[in-house]
């Protein structure tokens, strides 16, 4: 559901992908509010067509959420080195 009120797109979907390799991953992450007014970031990954893992982060101020997003975007931005495949947007 979008939320005009973030300072960040409210879905965020990386894959990274090497068929070569066998490597076939996804990375989403959702970005919300609920009805008490609290940040929810909810993150799921797994290989392309599996429903994967799934997790969720509450945080009572946007600029807390904000940081988890960026770290969890962070992180994948090293996957090119621990994996070989880059995660792309897509």
């Given at each position: 559901?979008?939320?005009d009120?973030l ?17 076939a ?8 509010t ?18 994967g ?8 101020a ?12 962070r ?16």
């Open positions: 559901m979008p939320n009120s300072p960040w797109p409210s879905s965020i979907s990386l894959r990274a992908m090497d068929p070569a390799r066998n490597i991953r996804h990375y989403q992450i959702d970005v919300s609920d009805l008490f007014g609290l940040w929810i970031v909810e993150y799921r990954w797994g290989r392309i067509g599996t429903a893992q799934a997790r969720k982060a509450s945080f009572s946007a600029s807390d959420a904000q940081d988890f997003v960026y770290g969890l975007i992180r994948r931005a090293g996957a090119e080195r621990r994996i070989g495949v880059p995660y792309l947007c897509g």
